[in-house]
């Protein structure tokens, strides 16, 4: 019988993560010649080769994804091990790891760390970014789900499965010194300040499509993907906000904004999205066909 030697698996598992045997010699402390070595005889032991090389970077074989597939199992398996005999509590718990956009309400996020919770005993890990790379770190199975406001293209139908949590409608919110601006809306927005999302957002495009064919003009004074910070923005009345009406919803009760009006026909969607694995998380599996987002 071929023991697998984990030593050459885990450089191998460092070396796909970073991309590179650079990357990788950088981040272990270790010799490129050596980890150079220790992926070949890994690849002698399994009678396959892992990568191709494009340029500078190395690209994962068909039988390199299946292998890192296994290897963030093993890996994450081996912190969890570490971790339960750490805090004394000798009780397996399940790791999950969610993704969720800059751009998404992080009450959102909140609600679906609180349902993991609530499905078995788990630690949970949670990653901020952008969209591409979080579906990216999602196909390559270093997180379990992602919380977007749009689900992945159509050409990647295969490596994701999307399911729509909700749709909301966007309306405009700012100060009660823009309360005149609430006569002859949306006409009123003309040339008025603006705290947008940023250009890589899908509904900064339904926005710039909606002002664009209803020929309203207006003065983007900044851009952030971060709606808790467009709030503060705007309850400091830098600027008029679009935002879910579920969003502004407490600030206007607060009494610290107030809704100008509705945007007709403009809609912010949230997704949750998984990809396929052949070793599939319990808890992720129940969160894609049963968690509900609560406004």
Known sequence: MTWLNYHHLYYFWITAIEGSINGASKKLGIGQPTISTQIKNLEG????????????RLILTEAGKAVLEYANKI???????????KDGTFSKRTHIQFGALDSVPKSFA???????????????????????????ELEAHRIDLVLSNYPPTIGHKKEYFSRLLAKFPISIFGTKKYQSLKRKFPQSLKGQPFIMPSLHSKL?????????????PVDVIIETQDTSIQKLLGIEGMGL???????????????KLIKIGTLKGVMESFWLV???????????????????LKT
């Open 45 to 56: 032991a399994l009678n396959q080769n892992l990568f191709q090389r494009k340029g500078q």
């Open 75 to 85: 890996f994450t398996l081996g912190n969890e091990l570490m971790e339960v005999v």
């Open 110 to 136: 909140q609600s679906l760390i609180r349902s993991a919770q609530k499905t078995s005993p788990c630690t949970i890990s949670v990653l901020e970014g952008e969209g591409d790379f979080l579906f990216r």
């Open 204 to 216: 900064r495009h339904d926005l710039n499509h909606f002002l664009q064919i209803n020929d309203i």
């Open 241 to 255: 906000v679009p935002l879910p009406d579920f969003a502004g919803k407490e600030l206007v009760k607060e009494g």
């Open 274 to 292: 998984s990809s396929p694995r052949k070793i599939p998380n319990p808890i992720a599996d129940s969160l894609m066909k049963s968690f509900k």
